[in-house]
């Protein structure tokens, strides 16, 4: 990720790019305004989690309101094409509506649908999922079955991720925890979040006392001062380990030196580490990670395989959820008739060192180095063979690959923007696995690259969903795909149901 420029000069002169705030809009002769109440009766609903509703023809995205409902709402923005309500009432409630358990709910970004019920929340996301995909795949069959959600949808996030913010005066530090309000760069002072895992959650409380008592000083986007920007925690499936990761905006801070043994001391801390990200405003962390004291990798424990996981590395922020994820590629892998297998976007093998231990031949493809070494740490703890490491992007690999090379099965498991076009070409027309196994975690670009294969040559055989992030709309999901001349005859009258008309 490239690093924005520092934002301190913004507030004294606007660029003559950056977007004026509109106050109002003329709809139909009509003026809807910010702060403006309306009653509004809610519509749908958007992949962001948002409900839809319009007003005099004019759309206006929703929170905190369910599909069916009629609510009293106040306008908190306006744009030409549509604007955003916040529901102060509700006349008519749905019936699957409930009391939020979180006290942020309505002003944290976090969690957008502590309101619905959770079944509820299991099937919407199942009709956006198939909205989005049969919008952008016309004629094609869509074999969705019903979504996996989790036993408890509370406690589920193992990484845990606060802004520090000083809202002191003065010479006294008062920093605290916050998460950024929705769509707004403003954060929110939270003192507790139900969603994240109890012991990760109360580990960054924890270290913040440490460092508010050190008088360590905090970050701001307005000066080039130097000082802590966030507490990351990372807290194993189990709960049972967790590491920290302070991200600061430079080294020379004095009173964070020897902090190291103050957090390591704190209960089911085994690792702590420094971050650098020298961009205030940035809402990411940096480039560069540095141990300071403990064990340099977590420990998570999926499909009877121990991942050592560096803590800045990405892994799915649900244990039991990646559980799932795996058993699914799995079950399209029952023996060993589909070798060898090529993983792309490996990561650090959260597909690939399972499926090795259970006997097939793998090739995991990964551009970050980090992830591909804590993969090449995994594999020499566990004593697994029958799976090798690529560091390369995933284009690059393919083009280096023999025309007579031949992977049976293919798992693709993309950024969230999915796989460059040409990426998914090389894939359907150049290596023509017998069958993809694609997992996403973003419906609309899913949708495109499933298009692109149906286009060359594959049918889609499942589509399974799976909730990994209980009370938002974001959606998991896993794919099979099968290229239709291996599945022709095989399967009766079903090779061609994902052809185009």
């Avoid at 790019?17 to 509109?22: E, F, L, P, S, T």
Wanted: net charge positive.
């Amino acid at each position: 990720m490239n690093p924005r420029k520092n934002s301190s000069d913004s507030s004294r002169q606007r660029s003559p790019n950056q977007r004026v705030r509109r106050e109002s809009v003329d709809v139909n002769g009509d003026k809807v305004s910010v702060g403006q109440e309306v009653d509004l009766e809610i519509q749908s609903m958007t992949l962001e989690g948002q409900s839809i509703a319009r007003l005099n023809g004019y759309v206006l995205f929703v929170s905190g309101a369910i599909p069916g409902e009629v609510v009293r709402a106040k306008i908190t923005s306006v744009g030409s094409k549509f604007g955003r309500a916040r529901v102060l009432s509700v006349a008519d409630p749905a019936k699957t509506r409930v009391t939020p358990k979180c006290r942020h709910f309505g002003r944290c970004g976090g969690c957008l649908w502590q309101h619905m019920d959770y079944q509820e929340q299991l099937r919407w996301k199942e009709e956006l999922l198939r909205a989005t995909l049969a919008h952008k795949l016309p004629g094609v069959g869509l074999p969705i079955l019903p979504m996996i959600g989790v036993p408890e949808p509370w406690g589920t996030r193992n990484k845990i991720h606060y802004s520090v913010v000083d809202f002191g005066h003065g010479r006294t530090a008062n920093p605290h925890l916050c998460h950024h309000k929705e769509h707004s760069t403003e954060l929110e002072q939270i003192h507790e979040c139900p969603v994240h895992h109890p012991a990760g959650d109360e580990i960054a409380r924890l270290a913040l006392k440490v460092l508010r008592d050190r008088g360590v000083p905090c970050a701001r986007p307005d000066s080039a001062a130097t000082g802590l920007k966030s507490i990351l925690v990372r807290t194993a499936g189990s709960g049972e380990q967790s590491h920290v990761v302070l991200v600061v905006t430079g080294e020379r801070i004095p009173e964070i030196q020897g902090v190291e043994q103050a957090l390591l001391a704190l209960p089911g801390v085994v690792g702590v580490h420094l971050n650098l990200q020298p961009d205030a405003a940035s809402t990411y962390i940096g480039r560069e990670t540095r141990s300071l004291a403990g064990e340099q990798r977590l420990i998570e424990h999926v499909g009877g395989v121990d991942f050592h996981v560096s803590p800045d590395a990405f892994f799915q922020t649900n244990t039991y959820c990646a559980d799932q994820l795996l058993k699914l590629v799995q079950k399209h892998l029952p023996n060993k008739s589909m070798n060898p297998i090529l993983d792309l976007y490996s990561g650090v093998g959260l597909f690939s060192i399972p499926l090795a231990v259970a006997g097939h031949r793998v090739t995991a493809v990964e551009e970050n180095p980090k992830a591909v070494s804590d993969g090449v740490e995994t594999i020499r703890r566990n004593g697994v063979t029958g799976c090798r490491f690529v560091q390369s992007r995933a284009q690059n690999f393919m083009k280096t690959q023999a025309r007579d090379q031949r992977f049976k099965t293919v798992i693709l498991d993309p950024p969230r923007d999915g796989c460059p076009e040409w990426t998914i070409r090389l894939l359907g027309r150049g290596l023509r696995p017998r069958q993809i196994i694609n997992v996403s975690c973003n419906p609309q670009a899913l949708a495109t690259d499933l298009s692109l294969l149906t286009q060359s040559g594959y049918r889609i055989s499942e589509i399974q969903p799976v909730d990994m992030f209980p009370h938002t709309a974001h959606i998991e999901t896993v794919v099979l795909l099968e290229r239709i001349e291996e599945t022709r005859g095989r399967r009766p009258g079903k090779a061609n149901a994902n052809s185009r008309p």
